[in-house]
């Protein structure tokens, strides 16, 4: 049965313009869809949260379109528009034609070690923008991980995304997918870059091997074994993976954080040096637990992803692709041309000068090639990721020196290892000259700048100046920090961060100030007593007709009474247009009952005058208000009775 027959939202139009054609995928919190952007013509998938959670995860989907927005990058897939259509909360994201990593582990088993590094390398490239950008993903899995028909790998759902250094307080709630969460998400609720690199490591060993690396009966015992249990290396279940491959998982799923590599892109370092030590042989080992032993190309998503669109690496720290770059460029045997087909010439004959002039030509020649292809000359070795002492050896080996030894900043080669050599690895150069190397400081780091005090933008600019971003801003009531200063940074002044990394700043609202309730009061009263408390005055332009206040009496005020606002807060005032008039219908001559009627479903209260003569009278002999007439409604009409 076609469930999506079933969907309410299939073929409808939302907000105005997007066409629903059909339904992706259902999770817990929304469903996605197929959509038609009918504004720009293009097709998108539409992120739909379900109305029953909209007031509680409205929250999450802001975050979610505003996180993205600030991650332009190739592998992360765009957000592009949030909006609201009566009940529903969508996001407008970008649509990939493809499939999941985790229907490509359920249709495939294990992948070749190739195809896991392939799809793991845009992964990491996604996430280390991210977390230069100061966000934690906090909830990657298999599922979250988009794999194109045309190969490309983009990571999605950013939902639960937070900001580096935010303390989450679960209060019995983890958050994320149990398989994936770090030891210390499950402790404290903490999340900074780390937690992401574990996830990492879990999703490559699932990929190696076919299987999560903890299972039980209930995803307490899975917690348990993520606290108490290391993840055992893959070669455990596949025997003659490369120890490069079991290198790389125990780094990443380390159980105490300051072990892991610290954030995705040092990570994504430690992936590309492994792999270049990676024989053609050990990256095409076939696992046993593989559903599909052999593998052809054009059905194998996961085989067929381009190297060329995954994301530009930041720098070269895979030695082989310099090296296999420079043999473009490496010196050829020289092959003389045939000679041309004789063809008999009028005119003089060649003496034998021309000939032995040819001859020592061809001399000359072999000994060029041979003096260039000979001793003389020796290629430079790969030195890229190696340590000083590592590459002074490779070079000595080589016949060659080592030359000047210069210092540069890298976030993706760790500190005291070569960044790049001069002449580049597979150079041809004269034996025992020299080759000068760059070593890496490790990433750039700078200190947060004292900004308590500051003006928010001169706090931003501040930053900037410092080779920091602005991050989130939130505001508190304060009493000695005047409104729009700074009142404190995270990190705290004087922390020493890498360059580039999110500082989140506290800006003072100013001293509370308690907000009168001038409901019913005259605009000039109401506007006099604001304004000694030290709040600005806005009047709506629309007023509303009230029984309880006359014609121009205040009959509301946004921010509410009793609340506190902040010194310079406005308050806006919405003034009354007086009671509604209603014309009285006239009920003289009527009976009592018909009187009441008429006067009550007219909006008026009535009240009954008797006096001695009508005590047992039942006909409406005068009333207050003549009918026809006008009277506020709900006001009360007195009929007298004989």
Not at 35 to 61: C, N, Y
Not at 415 to 428: L, N, W
Not at 454 to 472: F, H, I, S, V
């Given at each position: 049965m076609d469930t999506t027959l079933q969907d309410p939202l299939v073929g409808q139009l939302l907000d105005g313009r997007y066409r629903i054609d059909a339904r992706i995928a259902v999770g817990?919190?929304?469903?996605?869809?197929?959509?038609?952007?009918?504004?720009?013509?293009?097709?998108?998938?539409?992120?739909?949260?379900?109305?029953?959670?909209?007031?509680?995860?409205?929250?999450?989907?802001?975050?979610?379109?505003?996180?993205?927005?600030?991650?332009?990058?190739?592998?992360?897939?765009?957000?592009?528009?949030?909006?609201?259509?009566?009940?529903?909360?969508?996001?407008?994201?970008?649509?990939v034609a493809g499939c999941t990593l985790r229907d490509v582990l359920r249709e495939r088993g294990a992948l070749q070690p190739r195809a896991a590094l392939d799809i793991l390398e845009p992964v990491l490239a996604a996430l280390g923008a991210a977390h230069r950008a100061g966000f934690v993903h906090r909830d990657m899995k298999p599922e979250n991980v988009l794999i194109g028909d045309d190969g490309r790998v983009k990571v999605a759902d950013f939902g639960l995304v937070r900001a580096v250094d935010t303390v989450t307080n679960t209060t019995g709630t983890v958050l994320g997918t149990v398989s994936y969460l770090a030891p210390e998400q499950i402790e404290n609720g903490t999340a900074d870059p780390r937690v992401d690199v574990y996830a990492c490591g879990v999703m490559l060993y699932e990929m190696l091997t076919g299987d999560k690396p903890h299972d039980g009966d209930s995803p307490a015992v899975i917690l348990y074994k993520h606290l108490h249990e290391d993840v055992p290396p893959p070669s455990a279940a596949v025997p003659g993976l490369a120890y490069e491959l079991d290198e790389m998982v125990a780094s990443a799923t380390a159980r105490t954080p300051e072990i892991r590599p610290h954030d995705a892109v040092a990570l994504l370092a430690q992936v590309r040096d492994g792999r270049s030590r990676l024989s053609a042989d050990q990256l095409d080992v076939v696992p046993p637990q593989a559903l599909t032993a052999e593998h052809d190309n054009a059905d194998d998503r996961t085989s067929v992803i381009p190297r060329a669109l995954t994301t530009p690496r930041p720098l070269p720290v895979n030695e082989d692709d310099e090296a296999g770059e420079a043999v473009l460029h490496r010196t050829s045997r020289f092959q003389s041309p045939p000679p041309p087909p004789s063809r008999r010439r009028s005119g003089p004959r060649r003496g034998p000068m021309a000939i032995v002039?040819?001859?020592?030509?061809?001399?000359?020649?072999?000994?060029?090639?041979?003096?260039?292809?000979?001793?003389?000359?020796?290629?430079?070795?790969?030195?890229?990721?190696?340590?000083?002492?590592?590459?002074?050896?490779?070079?000595?080996?080589?016949g060659l020196e080592l030359g000047t030894v210069k210092h540069a900043y890298s976030d993706t080669v760790e500190?005291?290892?070569?960044?790049?050599?001069?002449?580049?690895?597979?150079?041809?150069i004269r034996g025992n000259d020299a080759v000068s190397i760059t070593l890496s400081?490790?990433?750039?780091?700078?200190?947060?700048?004292?900004?308590?005090?500051?003006?928010?933008?001169?706090?931003?600019?501040?930053?900037?100046?410092?080779?920091?971003?602005?991050?989130?801003?939130?505001?508190?009531?304060?009493e000695d920090v005047p409104r729009g200063s700074v009142i404190s940074a995270r990190p705290a002044d004087g922390t020493q961060v890498r360059a580039g990394t999110a500082v989140a700043l506290v800006v003072s609202k100013g001293s509370p100030v308690d907000i009168p309730d001038i409901t019913g009061d005259d605009l000039a009263d109401a506007r006099a007593e604001l304004q000694d408390a030290g709040l600005k005055v806005k009047i709506a332009t629309e007023r509303v007709t009230s029984s309880e206040f006359d014609k121009g009496q205040v009959a509301k005020q946004?921010?509410?009474?009793?609340?506190?606002?902040?010194?310079?807060?406005?308050?806006?005032?919405?003034?009354?247009?007086?009671?509604?008039?209603?014309?009285?219908?006239?009920?003289?001559?009527?009976?009592?009952?018909?009187?009441?009627?008429?006067?009550?479903?007219?909006?008026?209260?009535?009240?009954?005058?008797?006096?001695?003569?009508?005590?047992?009278?039942?006909?409406?002999?005068?009333?207050?208000?003549?009918?026809?007439?006008?009277?506020?409604?709900?006001?009360?009409?007195?009929i007298r009775i004989r």
């Open positions: 817990g919190m929304a469903t996605v869809y197929r959509a038609v952007d009918t504004r720009l013509d293009r097709v998108l998938a539409l992120k739909v949260m379900h109305p029953s959670l909209a007031v509680d995860g409205f929250e999450r989907f802001i975050r979610e379109a505003k996180s993205v927005a600030r991650l332009a990058h190739p592998n992360v897939v765009q957000v592009f528009d949030q909006g609201t259509d009566g009940s529903y909360v969508y996001l407008a994201m970008e649509y002039v040819a001859v020592l030509l061809v001399l000359g020649l072999g000994a060029g090639v041979w003096y260039i292809n000979s001793g003389q000359f020796t290629e430079v070795p790969p030195l890229l990721s190696k340590t000083q002492a590592q590459a002074e050896d490779r070079l000595r080996d080589a500190r005291g290892q070569v960044i790049s050599s001069d002449p580049k690895a597979g150079t041809r400081d490790g990433p750039e780091t700078v200190r947060v700048p004292a900004l308590e005090g500051r003006t928010l933008d001169k706090a931003r600019a501040q930053l900037k100046q410092d080779g920091l971003e602005p991050g989130m801003v939130t505001r508190e009531f304060s946004s921010p509410n009474p009793g609340g506190q606002a902040a010194e310079g807060d406005t308050v806006t005032l919405t003034l009354s247009k007086g009671p509604e008039m209603v014309e009285v219908p006239d009920v003289v001559g009527d009976s009592v009952d018909d009187a009441r009627q008429a006067l009550e479903g007219a909006g008026f209260q009535v009240d009954e005058d008797r006096g001695l003569l009508g005590l047992f009278g039942d006909t409406v002999e005068d009333q207050s208000v003549k009918g026809g007439e006008t009277a506020p409604k709900g006001s009360t009409i007195t």
